[in-house]
């Protein structure tokens, strides 16, 4: 498991526990998870889903990028990205899972 903050440019360390890396480049499916972390596993069915039923496939990584915390779980906010390969078409992407938007995006 890979956690990460973002940073302003790319650092070296002598450090093998803390290693500068970069997000993939390249379009992925997004969904906006706005709620408690134990209920995210919705968030990823559903950019799955909505990339099988598209004929999308997966380039392999995914990912997940945490907003601001709050005390109150109902307004955390994750987005969850899965990278697509270069071979699957088409242009941006909506659909709607826990009344949250999910979209291709382009990096």
């Known amino acids: 498991m890979e956690a990460g903050v973002e940073i302003g440019g790319p650092f070296e ?11 993939p480049a390249g379009r992925a499916a997004r969904a906006v998870h706005r709620g408690p972390y134990n209920e995210m596993s919705a ?7 909505f990339c ?10 995914s990912w997940e990028m945490y907003g601001d915390w709050h005390e109150d779980p109902s307004q955390l906010e994750t ?3 899965y990278l697509l390969s270069l071979s699957s078409s088409g242009g941006g992407c909506v659909v709607r899972s826990s009344s949250q938007p999910i979209q291709a995006a382009s990096a």
């Open 43 to 49: 968030a990823h069915s559903a950019v799955l889903e």
């Open 79 to 81: 987005e969850v990205y």
């Open 52 to 61: 099988r039923q598209r004929g999308y496939q997966l380039a392999g990584p």
């Open 13 to 23: 360390s002598d450090d093998r526990t803390i290693l500068c890396t970069t997000t």
